[in-house]
């Protein structure tokens, strides 16, 4: 049967038809679809992990126990995840372990693009790369055999384009998982020095074999034409060359590490000119250089090592022109009518503190109220980056914003590390109980007093607020900012991007059109002539009606 | 005559089914018997502001996103992405007039006009609607069926005659 999937959902269905029994992972775009895909079906146990270390973890602990397991990140999870992944290349697997990692070259939904594919180098881990969903299904299935034949973790890297992009797929059966048993082994999986030297020394000889594997992988594909020009290509880009240049010849690979050296070398003497195509890093480039072989590639500067490639690009790279493409920067993205956090933000931008964001789409404050916040790096940095702020410069006064999914991933380490070390900077937490900017999944602390974790901590002062009475939350910055030691504000409200909608209107005869509600940015609001007004958008919220002082907004 | 490959972006505000309207279309596609790639934007991208969706059908399609300037259609609800129209291609762009009459049922009616353009069988189209629209879990049901039913049917009523 023939179905149109996501490559997200590919993957999902390859797990599943792989036999795999658990999936882990923590939401972000472009990866997030694949555990929602793997929910709630037979024989698979799928959860929201707190974050992607622990994401990883759990699945090393289901492969350990014989079973097929599967943790879903995007790239900047991989970072949070990079610990357990470096020696996970050692100990190896019982059940096959596969590793989904979805980058987002172009940063559509992301705070960096960095390259996976050089985790997969650095960890010394086999690499797969599909290029559309019948890939992503076939090659998900294909990871979990090598996990097992070659006794070590498979990564396999998906983009934003390939993740989110839908085509056809052959669903096929759920295959019974193997029954690996329990074993207990120290020599493999205790990694301390004698042991580990071991491995590291046993990891050669797999990553060797490896090698010998990809010379003759079915999905590394060569397609030879009369053309002089030869491309190598992975991933997205091979859609892409087969648009712009049709009439190349080329190598596809699937297995970008180890790569088929042999195969690469055979097919660069079958042409004139050997092209390296490749959305990011020079990955596949720089190891083919490595080995002697002359290539056109990123070295050039034609061909952009940022951003996503698109066919023109590559008609112009393979043309051999001056043409540079331009990046245009990505201008999408707006805080829903009636967002909870829209009021925090409000009064954030005036009050002269230094503010330090997070991960989440109150990020998106950054933009409508200017200096609202000054920073953000990644997950759970705010609060860190707030205190080292304060000690540099204790002058000052310092603000740290963090969602709750986000303060559960990795703010609870920086909160108490700011209380130990008496930093006295104020905690505002943004509390919808769910993981909102990836479409509001729940998260291992949902249900979880925040107020009673930060308590417990030893913070003396943890007020509660709701979202859209400004008056409130305005007086609690203030007494936090002014109590002198870390505070804690909670702002308690539903997201809304679900929300029914719920107009209000303003009254013109009661209207002076002082605009004051225009300055709460919500974009159910609309400046049309001489009014403001309120479309179909609006939620009901009346936070811009808190702010009318002819109480003309009902 | 109808092209038996084309590029067709979807383009609009949230909120109005932009991406509801082009999953059945490639769907359509699909259960028609063509090749077809369908992308769209997620995450913070989505958030309160522009939607856009791409389709590309045809014996076999590689890339699946639409350059600029080489659309066949756009199909936009507030919103058109003009930039990916080819020269010869069609801008499909709901009036206010219709949006209104039609409220949120108007990217079905969009979806009718376009399917007056497609090689896609009426079955097909109709295979795809249902399995939007006839499942009872998704909040919808036999009524929101046959209500979006008559919806593209007008559409499509009022392409054909447009083309007399």
């Not at chain 2, 769209?40 to 856009?52: D, F, M």
Request: with cysteine; aromatic share 8%.
């Amino acid at each position: 049967m023939k179905k149109l999937l996501t490559g997200n959902e590919a993957v999902a269905r390859g797990a599943f038809e792989a036999g795999v029994s658990l999936a882990t992972g923590y939401p972000g775009t472009p990866a997030t679809e694949i555990i929602e895909a793997l929910s709630g079906l037979d024989g698979v146990y799928a959860e929201w992990s707190a974050n992607e270390k622990t994401a990883l973890e759990m699945a090393a602990g289901a492969s350990f126990a014989g079973k097929r397991a599967l943790a879903v990140m995007k790239h900047v999870g991989l970072n949070a995840a990079a610990d357990p992944l470096m020696t996970l290349s050692y100990t190896g697997v019982g059940g096959g372990l596969v590793i989904a990692v979805a980058d987002d070259p172009g940063m559509h939904s992301s705070q960096n693009e960095q390259d996976s594919r050089l985790y997969a180098r650095m960890a010394k881990i086999p690499l797969l790369e599909p290029s559309d969903s019948s890939e992503a299904l076939a090659l998900t299935k294909e990871a979990f055999r090598i996990s097992e034949r070659f006794d070590i973790p498979v990564m396999l890297r998906l983009t934003a384009s390939v993740s989110h992009s839908e085509s056809p797929v052959r669903i096929g059966k759920r295959i019974a998982t193997p029954a690996i048993p329990v074993r207990k082994k120290p020599e493999k999986y205790v990694m301390l020095p004698p042991y580990c030297n071991l491995r590291r020394l046993d990891l050669e000889k797999r990553l060797k074999k490896l090698g010998e594997f990809s010379e003759s992988f079915r999905f590394n594909k060569t397609e030879l034409s009369s053309a002089k020009k030869g491309v190598v290509t992975s991933g997205i880009s091979y859609l892409y060359v087969k648009d712009a240049v049709p009439d190349v010849s080329v190598l596809k690979l699937a297995m970008t590490h180890p790569l088929p050296h042999k195969l690469i070398r055979e097919f660069s003497k079958s042409v004139k000119r050997l092209f390296v195509i490749e959305e990011l890093e020079p990955f596949i480039e720089d190891a083919i250089r490595a080995e002697g072989i002359k290539v056109v590639g990123k070295k050039e500067g034609i061909l952009p090592s940022f951003g996503e490639l698109a066919v023109e690009t590559i008609r112009g790279f393979m043309e051999e022109s001056s043409y540079r493409p331009d990046r245009k920067p990505f201008g999408n993205g707006a805080f829903c009518p009636g967002c909870p956090y829209l009021g925090v933000f409000y009064h954030l931008k005036g009050l002269g503190s230094y503010v330090f964001g997070d991960i989440g789409c109150y990020t998106l404050a950054a933009r409508l109220f200017s200096g609202s916040i000054d920073t953000t790096l990644c997950m759970g940095a705010g609060v860190s980056q707030a205190a080292g702020f304060l000690k540099a410069n204790p002058s000052e006064s310092a603000v740290a914003v963090i969602g709750d999914s986000t303060f559960f991933h990795s703010g609870i380490p920086a909160v108490v590390n700011a209380l130990y070390h008496k930093s006295p900077l104020t905690l505002i937490v943004l509390d919808n109980g769910v993981t909102a900017m990836t479409g509001g999944q729940p998260h291992a602390g949902s249900g979880s007093s925040i107020k009673g974790i930060l308590k417990a901590l030893g913070l003396k002062t943890v007020v509660e607020v709701g979202p859209y009475d400004i008056r409130k939350i305005r007086t609690a910055i203030t007494g936090a900012l002014e109590s002198g030691e870390l505070s804690a504000i909670i702002v308690k409200g539903e997201c809304v991007v679900k929300a029914k909608p719920k107009s209000m209107t303003i009254e013109k005869k009661l209207c002076n059109r002082c605009l004051k509600c225009l300055g709460i940015k919500c974009t159910a609001l609309m400046e049309d002539e001489e009014y403001p007004s309120i479309s179909g958008r609006c939620i009901g919220c009346s936070l811009c009606a808190s702010l009318c002082p002819k109480n003309a907004i009902r | 005559m109808k092209k038996k490959a084309a590029n067709i972006v979807f383009s609009g505000l949230g909120g109005y089914g932009i991406i509801t309207a082009s999953d059945i279309c490639a769907h359509a596609a699909l259960y028609s018997g063509f090749d077809v790639k369908q992308s769209s934007l997620k995450g913070i991208a989505q958030r309160g502001g522009h939607v856009i969706s791409h389709i590309k059908f045809g014996s076999k399609v590689y890339s699946p996103r639409v350059e600029a300037g080489s659309a066949d259609f756009v199909v936009s609800i507030r919103g058109a992405a003009r930039g990916f129209l080819s020269t010869a291609g069609v801008l499909i762009e709901m009036k206010d007039a219709e949006i209104s009459q039609y409220g949120k049922s108007v990217n079905i009616y969009a979806l009718g006009i376009l399917s007056g353009f497609l090689p896609f069988p009426k079955s097909a189209w109709f295979r795809a609607i249902k399995e939007r629209f006839g499942v009872p879990k998704r909040g919808a049901g036999p009524d929101m069926l046959e209500k979006n039913i008559r919806t593209f049917l007008d559409g499509r009523d009022l392409k054909q005659s447009a083309a007399r």
